[in-house]
């Protein structure tokens, strides 16, 4: 299967829509959708997409539907829809790609460059700093990988423990 | 439940060069403790002046602010605020940004550190420490607004248009996951005071709303919220509920 891009949208976008739907009864056509919200088609779309790639919306015939998983995660605390966030995204094959980068790296860190030269070999018709963008804040999110600006590498996030 | 806020006769007058400008009238008004309060109204009538004097970052001309049935004189420790605009300082990292709180009260930096760590967590911002403002989406960003807000470990929460700046689906989200900050009996705050001009958004959130009136600011009505919680936005109750609250404004 090839690796599909990440749309250019935010998590709390995401959650949102998923929220939106619950108030649907779990259920709602697309075009509604874009007019109640008052927010451009596109935009709405790329939300959309971006849940259905994380298993928390299905769109047959126009509609957008939640599926149990994107109920799930409504009904969970925030640690545990990070959790459930985290393992749709390692689901998917371009975290997967980077998270075998990282964990094959020394020390499990390598310079944001690598993953911008990488996104770009396997995504070549994306905009490699825009799908860099979402790749890190989605990851970030789910506490897969993080980013340091100040050394600007990417490294395998280890949560840290909080009393 | 008693009241833990009292604003009793608040007028605020600003000098302008072509006369005063009233911008509240003797406001007198009870915050209960443990309860999400909403002040709703249209531009202009004094509703962030009213959070601001609760805070006590600026004065009343006239009338008294009490907390906890105390005098209030200067700013209140008690409170923490959330802004529309973030107010972070984008040359320090989200950890950093909700540290500066807590650095200011003169907590040691073991303290600081351990603090700013659980309220990231609790707003689900872990993975995001080493970000910078500039990184990060508007709801991200409002996160670290409200982690440093409840970072001070606060009695009273008051948010100033908290979610004003983001997008629908964001600010559903975030009114959301406040909602179970709220409820979630690990955190001191239990009182909360919002400002906004979104009716849905105080129908969503509040158990009661007071309603201003502008020039100069007054209230016109507190209505008492009883819509069990979660609320359905879609309900006919709901619904009702935002048209009267919109009835009295315009």
């Known amino acids: 299967m090839p690796i599909e891009p990440l749309p250019s949208t935010g998590i709390s976008k995401v959650l949102g829509l998923c929220e939106i739907l619950d108030d649907h009864q779990g259920k709602e056509d697309v075009y509604r959708l874009a007019q109640d ?17 994380l298993g928390m919306v299905e769109t047959p015939g126009g509609d957008a539907v939640l599926t149990p998983l994107g109920k799930r995660a409504l009904e969970s605390s925030m640690n545990e829809k990070k959790a459930l966030l985290r393992q749709a995204m390692l689901k998917l094959k371009v975290f997967q790609h980077v998270l075998k980068l990282l964990e094959n790296a020394q020390e499990n860190e390598v310079p944001a460059e690598v993953i911008l030269e990488e996104l770009a070999v396997l995504l070549p018709q994306e905009q490699p700093r825009q799908l860099f963008t979402t790749l890190l804040n989605w990851g970030r999110y789910g506490e897969i990988f993080g980013y340091s600006r100040d050394t600007d590498q990417f490294y395998l996030q280890k949560p840290e423990k909080t009393p | 439940m008693p009241a833990i806020i009292e604003l009793e006769h608040i007028t605020k007058i ?8 009233q911008i509240l009238a003797d406001v007198s008004l009870e915050v209960m403790d443990g309860e999400v309060l909403a002040v709703v109204g249209p531009s202009g009538c004094g509703k962030s002046t009213l959070l601001r004097i609760i805070h006590g970052l600026i004065p009343p001309s006239a009338g008294v602010v009490r907390f906890a049935g105390r005098a209030q004189d200067g700013i209140n420790l008690s409170c923490g605020m959330v802004f529309q605009s973030f107010a972070l300082l984008p040359w320090l990292t989200v950890e950093q940004n909700v540290m500066v709180g807590l650095e200011a009260r003169g907590l040691d930096d073991e303290t600081c550190r351990k603090r700013a760590m659980k309220y990231i967590d609790k707003v689900g911002l872990d993975g995001n420490e080493e970000a910078y403002p500039r990184e990060l989406s508007g709801g991200m960003k409002q996160r670290v607004g409200l982690a440093r807000a409840l970072a001070v470990e606060p009695k009273v929460l008051l948010m100033d248009e908290p979610f004003s700046a983001l997008d629908a ?7 959301e996951e406040l909602i179970d900050l709220w409820g979630d009996p690990a955190l001191p705050v239990d009182t909360i005071v919002i400002v906004t001009h979104l009716i849905e958004e105080a129908v969503e959130l509040a158990d009661r709303i007071v309603v201003l009136a502008s020039n100069p600011g007054r209230i016109v009505e507190s209505i008492k919220v009883e819509l069990p919680r979660p609320r ?14 919109f009835s009295l404004i315009v």
């Open chain 2, 232 to 245: 359905e936005r879609k309900s006919p109750e709901f619904s009702a509920l935002v048209d009267r609250v």
């Open chain 1, 37 to 53: 919200l008052h927010m451009p088609f596109g935009e709405l779309l790329l939300v959309i997409k971006g849940a259905e790639m």
């Open chain 2, 14 to 21: 600003y000098p302008r060069p072509e006369g005063e400008s």
């Open chain 2, 169 to 175: 689906l964001t600010s559903i989200n975030l009114r």
